[in-house]
């Protein structure tokens, strides 16, 4: 696979007092995707309120390719909100800590529910559908 398109996830965290602001975040990025203005954005996820997988505060995903990483960063850094950046490759430890940036505030996550090395649950439903 070309490297500028290997997959991406962002995770965009928000407290209850930052929902309406998470959600007009997540509007913006699927007016984004819709328009073609963000060349790369291929999913953007439902708000996820609570605990999801690793993650132990409510959060959305969307899936992007690497391409847009710059992009995406620059929306995420100016966006108020903590967020996780990473690659999406077949070992989800590596993606969600020693592969992963931080915005925001560093949250610590629920390493024991990520999938062992070569067996990513990610991968296949990369551009397809979150939690």
């Known amino acids: 696979m070309n490297d500028a398109d290997a997959p991406y996830h962002a995770h965009v965290y928000y407290v209850p007092g930052q929902r309406d602001q998470a959600d007009a975040l997540r509007l913006r ?10 060349p790369g954005l291929l999913f953007v996820g439902q708000l996820r309120d609570g605990k999801a997988g690793p993650h ?3 959060q959305f995903e969307f899936h992007y390719l690497k391409r847009t990483l710059p992009t995406v960063l620059e929306i995420l850094e100016g ?8 690659p999406l490759t077949d070992d989800d430890l590596a993606d969600h800590t ?3 940036t931080w915005i925001g505030d560093r949250i ?13 649950k990610g991968v ?5 559908t979150d939690f």
């Open 56 to 58: 132990p505060i409510s």
């Open 29 to 38: 990025l699927i007016a984004m995707k819709q328009s073609g203005e963000m």
């Open 124 to 128: 296949p439903r990369f551009g397809k």
């Open 98 to 100: 020693t592969l992963a």
């Open 108 to 120: 610590e996550l629920d390493l024991s529910t990520l999938d062992p090395p070569g067996q990513n």
């Open 79 to 86: 966006s108020g909100l903590t967020s996780l950046v990473h």
